[in-house]
């Protein structure tokens, strides 16, 4: 089965770090860039940047640079998604989710993981 | 970066009706070399995730039901729900991917009138 799934809520304090996981199966995790979308609660999507599972290479949206870092595991077909110093406008749901076309970034995401709820408060 | 916007905020439609969605880029997401226009239309009900409906503005999905549609040229975009069904109760939100980073509109909530 085709599918993204990721880890657990987290609450976190202002100020902390949050990595959040997403697990892929059912194809072949190095074929497809993995992106990371944020939604805070009630609002719109947000990019955050890829990872090519492959390479390793990344790319952040400006306003994350310094303080997002994307990984990957291939051994266990696993992206990581690491969030900074956060904030309480950083309350959101966080999604891994795969690129659509094989071994092309075209950022359209096809495959969405379950989500994340990141809740940063005192 | 590229500014969505989208109309209406919200819009509800009698089942079986026709839901028309608007979506315009603050400048061209057309791709001359291949003469592409780099929009994406997503659904997303609550408490789900995002699920791709139309790529390269007009291509639908794999397993997308052919009542969805998408159209459009130039910076103006539209989607259409050629006969509202209750599972279509959603938010759809336009996406660009001409350019870093690519951006969403703010989303259509689609009602049942």
């Known amino acids: 089965q085709v599918q993204l799934v990721q880890s657990g809520a987290e609450v976190k304090k202002p100020g902390a770090s949050v990595k959040v996981s997403c697990k892929a199966s059912?194809?072949?995790?190095?074929?497809?860039?993995m992106h990371w979308v944020r939604q805070a609660p009630g609002q719109g999507l947000e990019w955050m940047g890829w990872?090519?599972?492959?390479?390793?290479?990344?790319n952040y949206a400006q306003k994350f640079q310094g303080r997002v870092s994307m990984t990957r595991d291939t051994s266990l077909s696993t992206v990581y998604m690491e969030l900074s110093r956060l904030r309480s406008d950083d309350t959101a749901v966080y999604y891994c989710?795969?690129?659509?076309?094989?071994?092309?970034?075209?950022?359209?995401?096809?495959?969405w993981g379950q989500g994340a709820l990141v809740t940063v408060s005192s | 970066d590229i500014v969505m916007t989208q109309s209406p905020d919200s819009l509800a439609v009698s089942l079986g009706e026709r839901a028309t969605l608007n979506c315009k880029s603050s400048?061209?997401?057309?791709?001359?070399?291949?003469?592409?226009?780099?929009i994406a239309w997503y659904q997303q009900k609550p408490g789900q995730p995002p699920k791709l409906l139309i790529y390269?503005?007009?291509t639908r999905a794999s397993g997308v039901p052919d009542r969805f549609s998408g159209s459009g040229s130039g910076t103006d975009f539209t989607l259409t729900i050629s006969s509202l069904q209750a599972e279509d109760v959603a938010v759809y939100y336009c996406q660009q991917y001409y350019s870093t980073p690519p951006t969403f509109g703010p989303g259509t909530k689609v009602d049942i009138k």
């Open positions: 390269w503005a007009s």
């Open positions: 059912g194809y072949t995790f190095t074929g497809h860039y």
């Open positions: 990872i090519n599972p492959k390479s390793g290479g990344t």
């Open positions: 989710a795969r690129d659509l076309w094989v071994d092309i970034l075209t950022i359209v995401p096809d495959l």
């Open positions: 400048q061209s997401v057309l791709y001359s070399s291949n003469n592409k226009y780099y």
